[in-house]
């Protein structure tokens, strides 16, 4: 990783993130699974962030990391707002992306994103684990009746 990790904040310090992303495969591809493998993700984010390098630039390395808690953990950390909504509706977790709602600018674009997020994404786990239970009440009630 050295060679890796002095590569990547070499670039990054002197503001050469879009041929680092050309390098690492692109602003919208996913790199290639060997490529992926052999740079730490979470390192990769850390010297960016170290370098400064903006939020919009972090949310597209954080979205590379496979652990989602990572992933989550470090987008926070990082004050990430557009990587940590992208790791709540990943997981479906429509409680806690309202909660962290609390912690963006209204009115920002991360702000708008997460609104829109709430209002068109469907099948989210809280709503899922409600209608199971409504679900096994109406079972129960149902039975009692017979």
């Given at each position: 990783m050295g060679k890796h990790r002095c590569w990547v904040r070499c670039r990054g310090?002197?503001?050469?993130?879009?041929?680092?992303?050309?390098?690492?495969?692109?602003?919208?591809?996913?790199?290639?699974?060997?490529?992926?493998?052999?740079?730490?993700?979470?390192?990769?984010?850390?010297?960016?962030?170290?370098?400064?390098?903006?939020?919009?630039?972090?949310?597209?390395?954080?979205?590379?990391?496979?652990?989602?808690?990572?992933?989550?953990?470090?987008?926070?950390n990082y004050k990430c707002h557009q990587a940590v909504i992208d790791v709540h509706?990943?997981?479906?977790?429509?409680?806690?992306?309202?909660q962290y709602m609390k912690e963006i600018p209204p009115g920002s674009p991360e702000?708008?994103?997460?609104?829109?997020?709430?209002?068109?994404?469907?099948?989210?786990?809280?709503?899922?684990?409600?209608?199971?239970?409504?679900?096994?009440?109406?079972?129960?009630?149902?039975?009692?009746?017979?």
């Open positions: 310090l002197r503001g050469a993130l879009s041929t680092l992303t050309s390098a690492l495969g692109g602003s919208g591809n996913i790199l290639h699974k060997g490529v992926k493998a052999t740079l730490p993700m979470d390192q990769v984010v850390h010297t960016l962030q170290a370098s400064g390098s903006p939020a919009n630039v972090l949310a597209v390395y954080l979205g590379l990391m496979d652990n989602m808690e990572s992933r989550l953990k470090l987008a926070v509706v990943a997981q479906k977790d429509r409680s806690s992306l309202e702000y708008l994103k997460a609104e829109n997020a709430l209002r068109v994404s469907t099948g989210w786990a809280d709503e899922v684990s409600e209608i199971r239970e409504k679900k096994c009440v109406e079972i129960e009630i149902d039975k009692r009746l017979y």
